[in-house]
């Protein structure tokens, strides 16, 4: 069973900037279109940046410009460059194949104070 564990968030200031990273226990990125979801309280769980298995990039309006999603290369994991964070930007952010295939690992969690 393939197991993600996301890292990297903590509590920041708006304007501020985290990188999140995901690592998983097999090299699964390698096959599938990989995401970054994040969930903010009593909200469901929404992708906000996917990357192909040949490296194109997408992101939902609400973070493009300033989120940059990249792959490891050696497909273990991904990781998650969050700029000029804003406070909608906070929640619990995930990695998982997009769509989403995987158990779902802990998350990780990102504060953003105003």
């Known amino acids: 069973q393939v197991q993600l564990r996301e890292s990297g968030g903590g509590l920041v200031q708006a304007g501020g900037s985290l990188r999140l990273s995901c690592a998983a226990s097999?090299?699964?990125?390698?096959?599938?279109?990989m995401g970054w979801y994040r969930q903010a309280p009593g909200e469901q769980r929404d992708l906000v940046a996917n990357?192909?298995?040949?490296?194109?990039?997408n992101y939902a309006d609400s973070v493009q410009g300033r989120f940059t999603i990249s792959r490891d290369e050696l497909d273990y994991g991904m990781n998650l460059q969050i700029h000029s964070l804003k406070p909608e930007d906070a929640g619990v952010y995930y990695c998982?194949?997009?769509?989403?295939?995987?158990?779902w690992g802990q998350g990780t969690q990102v504060t953003v104070s105003s």
């Open positions: 998982n194949s997009a769509p989403a295939y995987f158990s």
């Open positions: 990357i192909t298995s040949g490296g194109t990039a």
């Open positions: 097999t090299r699964i990125f390698r096959g599938y279109a």
